[in-house]
């Protein structure tokens, strides 16, 4: 499997909506809800993912993670004065498990350099949290609902 990276194109927005509102809708559980209420809440939680990095993180790097050139996940990096940090990371369910994750998470600490690398993660997302923990990553902060964690400035995963 060939897993590589590429620049977020105007045109990766169905593929992104679709990536984001799958991997929300199980967060949330909302495949159990209503139609019109999942619909609109999904569509708000997607708009909302998707401004805050721009909004947050201006100067962020956008990319569609590729397995066999095939676009299965989204990931959000900002390189900052004195951490990178790692905004978003989304792997299509039916690709997990397959190392992508690591991957891609191994790359953007290595290319950190002297800068620690920082994330955030949702504490019950306790799947993404071993994930990180296996990789050097430490909870740093955070509250009960998401959780600070980082990755040492020239430790590696």
Known sequence: MTISLRPEQPDDGPFLRHLITTTISQELGADFWPEPMRSH???????????????RFPTGESSIILLDGVAAGWLCVAALADEVRLAE???????????AGTAVIR???????????????????????????????????????????????????
């Not at 290595?110 to 990180?132: F, H, I």
């Open 89 to 99: 990371i989304m792997i299509l369910p039916e690709h997990r498990g397959k190392g």
């Open 41 to 55: 809440l999904l569509g708000v939680q997607y708009s909302a993912r998707c401004q805050f990095f721009r909004d």
């Open 107 to 157: 790359r953007v600490v290595e290319n950190a350099g002297d800068r620690p690398v920082r994330l955030s993660v949702n504490a019950l997302n306790t799947n993404a949290a071993r994930l990180y923990e296996r990789m050097g990553f430490r909870r740093i902060g955070g509250d009960e609902v998401q959780h600070l964690m980082e990755h040492p400035a020239g430790a590696t995963c």
